[in-house]
């Protein structure tokens, strides 16, 4: 199922968080956790000035206070799920779900689900918000090529997709000026 599954009984997570500002140096604080719950782990994402943890279990999303280690929401029905990206500017959220094919959008606030989105690209893979384009930006295994495609996080809508050079992108790093650079798969077969 899933190559990077990560023992349920323990967890490594980011407590300490610090917004990048002034500062050249973020400070973590590192500790491990038993969060119990069903399904492996894949990505995880760390929300900025909260302490909260999303940690995806395959068909449901668990979010943590990454302080205490509690469990302090769930947002279920999200098959095969892969990433999550957080988008302060809208307050949405967005998760990858490879099971359905689709996008799960939500309040960052409540956690209270708003639409499943449908990616017809399929292979939902890596997710990102890039800061600068005001996007969400989703990287796709689709066969046979691959894909980006971007969503806009107020609407949900899909803006624009573009096709890559391979079938297997595993994510995307932004230089925070506008431009995206898709990193290969290091687990060429797999998910």
Known sequence: MNR??????????????VWP?????????V??????????TDYLTAEPG??????????HVMVIDGVTGKVVGDIPDTP??????LAPKSGHGFITSAGDSTVTMFDI??????????????GLDGIMYDDFSDHVILTNHSRPIGTVVALDPKSGAIVSTVQLEDNSPEGAASDG???????????PGGE
Do not use: C, W
């Open 109 to 122: 606030a409540s956690l209270a689900v708003i639409k499943k989105i449908p990616v017809p690209t399929g």
């Open 177 to 187: 000026k506008g431009r995206l650079r898709a990193e290969a798969d290091l687990h």
């Open 21 to 29: 500002g002034v500062s050249h140096a973020q400070t973590f604080t």
């Open 50 to 59: 909260t302490a909260r943890v999303f940690v995806s279990r395959s068909t």
């Open 31 to 40: 500790a491990k956790y038993s969060i119990g719950g069903d399904g492996g």
């Open 4 to 17: 990077r599954l990560l023992p349920v009984s323990t967890l490594l997570i980011t407590a300490a968080l």
């Open 80 to 85: 095969r799920n892969h990433g999550i990206a």
